[in-house]
């Protein structure tokens, strides 16, 4: 197991920019996968991004080209960098690392982007 925990969220006007962080309790050498999901009110998680332990990363069509998906592994962090944010990005976000044996979320942290 692994506890998460996310920062990083806040309100920005359409076409700014945030970068959330995902700090994990211990290594994230070996974990598998690591990611961001989302959900907005009324609407079921999605996912975002996720990133390999290879740092093989997955992007949603909705972000690809405006976010990016990093490890920091001497940090045991993961971040989440968000350009050209939409009002559509709104939602709470949420870091996950999954593994052998364990699927780990954190609490989530709400990004508003007004229009």
């Known amino acids: 197991q692994v506890q998460l925990v996310e920062s990083g969220g806040g309100l920005v006007q359409a076409g700014g920019s945030l970068r959330l962080s995902c700090a994990a309790s211990?290594?994230?050498?070996?974990?598998?996968?690591m990611g961001w999901y989302r959900q907005a009110p009324g609407k079921q998680r999605e996912l975002v991004a996720v990133i390999t332990s290879g740092g093989r990363t997955t992007y949603a069509e909705s972000v690809k080209g405006r976010f990016t998906i990093s490890r920091d592994n001497a940090k045991n962090t993961v971040y989440l960098q968000m350009n050209s944010l939409k009002p559509e990005d709104t939602a709470v976000y949420y870091c996950?690392?999954?593994?052998?044996?364990?699927?780990?979320w954190g609490q989530g942290t709400q990004v508003t982007v007004s229009s």
């Open positions: 996950n690392a999954r593994g052998l044996g364990y699927d780990s």
């Open positions: 211990r290594s994230i050498f070996s974990i598998n996968v």
